[in-house]
Nanobody
Framework: QVHLVESGGGSVQAGGSLRLSCAASGRTDSIHRMAWFRQAPGKDREFVAA????????VYADSVKGRFTIGKDNDENRLTLQMTSLKPEDTAVYYCGADLDLGGRGYYSALTYKYWGQGTQVTVSS
């Protein structure tokens, strides 16, 4: 019902910046929340940031607060993640997810988001 495609990943030096994008198609009018998660090798998928699709409320993981900014463009059906002051520990595959039912698990749980993209690799070197 909702198709998501991430882009914008790459390899950067520590302290650098990247902007990730997630293009949404399909039943985008049914989206309630969208979020960015990331997964490093050998680790579980972890929450990065989330935003209400029809509002401006945003939430961030403590590890990225002040460095990352989540944004959206409803007309273009696009979710963004502006990442600055990147650290080696930010290295991961970054995924966008979409929540269509405004369930009770909250912003921080991966189970909240039914639809996912294939991810985009971010590598930060020292």
């Amino acid at each position: 019902q909702v198709h998501l495609v991430e882009s914008g990943g790459g390899s950067v030096q520590a302290g650098g910046s990247l902007r990730l994008s997630c293009a949404a198609s399909g039943r985008t009018d049914s989206i309630h929340r969208m979020a960015w998660f990331r997964q490093a090798p050998g680790k579980d998928r972890e929450f990065v940031a989330a935003i209400r699709w029809r509002g401006d409320t945003t939430v961030y993981a403590d590890s990225v607060k002040g460095r990352f900014t989540i944004g959206k463009d409803n007309d273009e059906n696009r979710l963004t993640l502006q990442m600055t002051s990147l650290k080696p520990e930010d290295t991961a595959v970054y995924y966008c997810g979409a929540d269509l039912d405004l369930g009770g698990r909250g912003y921080y749980s991966a189970l909240t988001y039914k639809y996912w993209g294939q991810g985009t690799q971010v590598t930060v070197s020292s």
